[in-house]
Structure formats: C-alpha cells, structure tokens
C-alpha cells in the first residue's frame, strides 16, 4: 500500500471515536465476562482467612472445605484457580464490597467468585451489587458434650455448674452467655476458633461446647477417640433453629459466570464429588 493509500492518523481518531460513540459497536468488541475471566486463564476466589475447617492456613498451605471445592469449581471451568484469601470485615456487606463488587481500599480484589456467604434474602437486599447462589451446605449449631458427665442435654438448665466452650466473637457464644440473665456466663470459656472449643471438649478441658456442626465435626475427624462424645441440638433465642445455607456470591452483571458457576456446582454434586469433598474433610453434606 502507498503511501497515498495509507488511512490517516485523523481517520484512525475519527474510527475510534465512532465506535466509542456507538453503544452497539462497542459491545461487539467487548469480551463477556466469563469470556474475560478465561482469556486471563485463572478463576479468582475469595475465601476467608483463619476460617477453619473451611479455609485456615497461610499461603500455598490453605486448607479446608471452601480451599477444596475453590480448586474443584476451577478445574470444572477447565481453569487454574487463583485463590485470594482475606481477613473478615466488620459485617458482610464490608467483605462483599471488597471482595466481590468493587475491591479493598489497600489495593487488592476484587474477586470472580466469594464462597462461604450466607444466601440471606435481606443481605440480597441490603447489597444490590452481588448476586447469591448455588448454596452448598448449610450451618447448623450444635452442642458437643462429653455423655461421662452430661449423658444428655434438654436445655440449659442441665448445663448450669459444668465448664463449657465457645468461640470468641460469635453469636453462638453470646446467645450461650446471655441465657437466663446470664446465669452460664461464668461457664463458658471463649476460643480463637470453634475448632479449638470443640478440641476442648476431646481434650476434657471443657464438659461441652455450643459450636458449629462442622467445626465439631473437623476436631472430631482429627482426634483419637470419640466415643464419649455425642452432638445434640441446643436451641437457643437469637439462635436460628435451621441454621442458614451458604453459597458463593458473584458481581449482579455476571450472568454468564453465575450460570457456569450453577452448572458446576450441579455437576460437582450430581458425580458425587461434592460428597466426597465434605468426606475429606470428616464433615456432613447438609442439604441447603
């Protein structure tokens, strides 16, 4: 081509200029954002950090439950998993902005994907800019309670006098204190994680703990001998009596990722695979 045949600088400016100005145009050039997430070649996940038996560990050494079933839903998108690890916000409308819609203010996130998020229809409402889906499991509470000194459990009362366990911050721990004006308070020693009040109980430091079904479940999986522990329900006011179902949240306008995401759950549960993740870990598959 000559040099009279050359488009200009000035049409190059004005060709760019009408596609910019042209909505139409412009999506055509656009890659979706499934599209993008594989022309990067990674699937970003958020998982919380010192989450156990979910996700706990530093670095490449993450493990738990959530770390596993990141890897999983990676390899079903036929991609590498990029794993992004964050601490907890003070609520989860702070961990979905920065994890999920629009990044932290220190510089990392977003992700594509945030696993372990409650599917909470007012949390739905209170953040517009996340969608929620494809639950997983479901938490429960449960009490864990050495059946030598408390053989059963039909309330509170039968708790009163005997050392029990609960994990620092949480609401399980604080409906366990507040019960009857606070008549267990004095009762309850608090842990860095419900991990470590269930080991308690193993341990005969603590005669119970009022933990999460996957937390007793995670120390009863690494311990030596069970067989003087029994897991009972324990309602409590304040305490959900069904526990809650947790998924994963993605960006509102990500539909076409929520479909894959839905489809690879779908599979991972319908090959059995998702069974065998919980089983790993020593943990119940709870229907959502």
Same mark, same amino acid.
């Given at each position: 081509?000559?040099?009279?045949?050359?488009?200009?600088?000035?049409?190059?400016?004005? +060709?760019?200029?009408?596609?910019?100005?042209c909505p139409a145009l412009?999506?055509?050039? *656009?890659?979706?954002? #499934?599209?993008?997430? /594989?022309?990067?070649?990674?699937?970003?996940?958020?998982?919380?950090?010192?989450?156990?038996?979910?996700?706990?560990?530093?670095?490449?050494?993450?493990?738990? +439950?959530? =770390?596993?079933?990141?890897?999983?839903?990676?390899?079903? +998108?036929?991609?590498?998993?990029?794993?992004?690890?964050?601490?907890?916000?003070?609520?989860?409308?702070?961990?979905?902005?920065?994890? =999920? $819609?629009?990044?932290?203010?220190?510089?990392?996130?977003?992700?594509?994907?945030?696993?372990?998020?409650?599917?909470?229809?007012?949390?739905?409402?209170?953040?517009?800019? =996340?969608?929620?889906?494809?639950?997983?499991?479901?938490?429960?509470?449960?009490?864990?309670?050495?059946?030598?000194?408390?053989?059963?459990?039909?309330?509170?009362?039968?708790?009163?006098?005997?050392?029990?366990?609960?994990?620092?911050?949480?609401?399980?721990?604080?409906?366990?204190?507040?019960?009857?004006?606070?008549?267990?308070?004095?009762?309850?020693?608090?842990?860095?994680?419900?991990? &470590?009040?269930?080991?308690?109980?193993? *341990?005969?430091?603590? *005669?119970?703990?009022? =933990? #999460?079904?996957?937390?007793? *479940?995670?120390?009863?999986?690494?311990? /030596?001998?069970?067989?003087?522990?029994?897991?009972?329900?324990?309602?409590?006011?304040?305490v959900p009596d069904n526990? $809650?179902?947790?998924?994963?949240?993605?960006?509102?306008?990500?539909? &076409?990722?929520?479909?894959? #995401?839905?489809?690879?759950?779908?599979?991972? /549960?319908?090959?059995?695979?998702?069974?065998?993740?919980?089983?790993?870990?020593?943990?119940?598959?709870?229907?959502?």
């Amino acid at each position: 081509m000559s040099a009279r045949q050359q488009p200009s600088r000035r049409a190059f400016v004005a +060709l760019a200029a009408a596609t910019l100005a042209c909505p139409a145009l412009r999506a055509q050039t *656009e890659l979706s954002d #499934l599209a993008k997430i /594989r022309a990067n070649g990674a699937l970003k996940v958020a998982v919380y950090k010192d989450n156990a038996p979910f996700s706990d560990g530093k670095g490449s050494d993450m493990r738990g +439950l959530d =770390v596993a079933l990141a890897q999983a839903l990676a390899a079903q +998108l036929q991609l590498k998993l990029a794993l992004l690890p964050f601490d907890a916000g003070e609520n989860m409308g702070d961990d979905l902005r920065n994890m =999920v $819609w629009r990044g932290h203010y220190l510089g990392y996130g977003p992700a594509d994907v945030m696993l372990h998020v409650p599917v909470d229809k007012y949390l739905m409402q209170q953040n517009r800019q =996340v969608l929620i889906l494809s639950p997983y499991m479901r938490q429960v509470q449960v009490l864990m309670h050495n059946t030598r000194s408390l053989p059963q459990v039909n309330g509170t009362q039968d708790l009163l006098g005997h050392k029990l366990a609960a994990e620092r911050g949480t609401g399980t721990a604080s409906a366990l204190m507040g019960q009857g004006n606070g008549q267990l308070r004095n009762d309850v020693v608090l842990f860095n994680s419900g991990v &470590e009040a269930a080991t308690a109980v193993l *341990e005969g430091k603590a *005669e119970a703990a009022y =933990v #999460l079904r996957s937390q007793a *479940e995670a120390a009863m999986a690494g311990a /030596r001998s069970t067989t003087a522990v029994a897991l009972s329900p324990l309602p409590l006011p304040g305490v959900p009596d069904n526990g $809650w179902p947790l998924g994963m949240a993605i960006k509102t306008d990500h539909k &076409e990722l929520g479909q894959a #995401l839905e489809k690879a759950m779908a599979e991972l /549960r319908a090959s059995g695979q998702l069974l065998a993740l919980f089983q790993q870990q020593g943990m119940t598959l709870t229907a959502p």
